[in-house]
Nanobody
Framework: QVQLVESGGGLVQAGGSLRLSCAASGSIFSIDAMGWYRQAPGKQRELVAS???????NYADSVKDRFTISRDNAKNTVYLQMNSLKPEDTAVYYCNAEVVNRILGAMDYWGKGTLVTVSS
């Protein structure tokens, strides 16, 4: 079993910053890609940013130059530094990880989400 636990969400004014963290634990042999998704009220979940095990990154156009994804492979943790936040960034942010287990192989896991609210 694998658990992903997010932290760092909260309420911030427009223009402010937040840093999200997501730590994976459990039966982990290795972790391939990790990423952050978000879901705003009434909208579908969308990819915010992703990072491969070697550090290659991918961002949604709406967050490029404002958000930075990083990871610490030794700690099985992924981070999302969010700067210049806008009210439209308000959403529940979910962590995702492709976890490799020696027996089960690669499987996709999700965290429970952390709420980010940006006030205008």
């Amino acid at each position: 079993q694998v658990q992903l636990v997010e932290s760092g969400g909260g309420l911030v004014q427009a223009g402010g910053s937040l840093r999200l963290s997501c730590a994976a634990s459990g039966s982990i042999f290795s972790i391939d890609a990790m990423g952050w998704y978000r879901q705003a009220p009434g909208k579908q979940r969308e990819l915010v940013a992703s990072i491969t095990k070697s550090g290659s990154t991918n961002y949604a156009d709406s967050v490029k130059d404002r958000f930075t994804i990083s990871r610490d492979n030794a700690k099985n943790t992924v981070y999302l530094q969010m700067n210049s936040l806008k009210p439209e960034d308000t959403a529940v942010y979910y962590c995702n990880a492709e976890v490799v287990n020696r027996i089960l192989g690669a499987m996709d896991y999700w965290g429970k989400g952390t709420l980010v609210t940006v006030s205008s």
